[in-house]
């Protein structure tokens, strides 16, 4: 199963990407985590996308086509793969398109999880992940059931992404609807596009995913 998870900052991709994994046993792909690795790491790559990154702004095409490419030939993606945060833009898709063909390999769905603007800003702004095994928290709609220890690991050292605020997300939900959105309808052309409500809760929403991608 290849697939693309679609939609904007804070319509929860990562979060059901970590739920389709532990679901089907394919990897998620997360642009945004390989990029915030290599700013981390100092490489190359993170030295060139790092002022991008902090202000919200897409980082040039070139760079994550190749990263992606990279990924996806890597032995833990032989029975499929997550796509989450990319393509993000037209030339990305067709760059995907052009690279999976070049690979033998076909994309089965690609999954639109839609939710309201004035949701995305609050889900944003209190988002935090557990700093060892990047298990997802909310202040407001998901606390660890023990205060200040991870529900999955134990730890007790919790991360903010430095993207994650108001001033910020209005840069990434700009380029979200001028450069991402006209996927909807690429990918509907293509047969592949698939809408959920992703207004619902956590759990809710993964049951929709599974129905879905049990019946691609
Ligand atoms: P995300 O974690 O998906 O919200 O991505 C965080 C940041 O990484 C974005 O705001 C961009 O600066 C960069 N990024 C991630 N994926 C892509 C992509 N496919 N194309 C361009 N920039 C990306």
């Given at each position: 199963m290849r697939l693309i998870l679609l939609g904007p900052p804070g319509s929860g991709?990562?979060?059901q990407a970590k739920l389709i994994v532990d679901r089907n046993n394919i990897p998620q792909l997360s642009t945004g985590?390989?990029?915030?690795?290599?700013?981390e790491a100092k490489s190359e790559v993170g030295i060139k996308t790092?002022?991008?990154?902090?202000?919200?702004?897409?980082?040039?095409?070139?760079?994550?086509?190749?990263i992606v490419s990279d990924r996806i030939d890597m032995p833990d993606c032989a029975n499929g793969f997550i796509l989450d945060g990319f393509p993000r833009t037209l030339a990305q898709a067709d760059?995907?398109?052009?690279?999976?063909?070049?690979?033998?390999?076909?994309?089965?769905?690609?999954?639109?999880?839609?939710?309201?603007d004035d949701a995305l800003v609050d889900r944003i702004s209190g988002r935090f992940t557990c700093e060892v095994c990047e298990e997802?928290?909310?202040?407001?709609?998901?606390?660890?059931?023990?205060?200040?220890?991870?529900d999955r690991c134990g730890s007790e050292e919790f991360v903010r992404r430095a993207d994650d605020n108001a001033k910020t997300l209005?840069?990434?939900?700009?380029?979200?609807?001028?450069k991402t959105a006209p996927l909807v309808g690429y990918y509907?052309?293509?047969?592949?596009?698939?809408?959920?409500?992703?207004?619902?809760?956590?759990?809710?929403?993964?049951?929709?995913?599974?129905?879905?991608l049990e019946n691609v």
């Open positions: 991709k990562g979060t985590d390989m990029l915030r690795d290599a700013v790092k002022s991008a990154m902090d202000s919200g702004k897409l980082v040039s095409d070139a760079i994550v086509i190749s760059a995907l398109a052009v690279m999976l063909e070049g690979k033998g390999l076909k994309l089965d769905c690609v999954v639109e999880l839609q939710v309201d997802g928290y909310h202040d407001k709609y998901k606390l660890p059931k023990k205060a200040g220890e991870c209005m840069t990434r939900l700009r380029a979200y609807y001028k509907y052309a293509k047969k592949l596009h698939h809408g959920i409500n992703g207004m619902g809760d956590i759990d809710g929403i993964a049951e929709d995913v599974q129905a879905l």
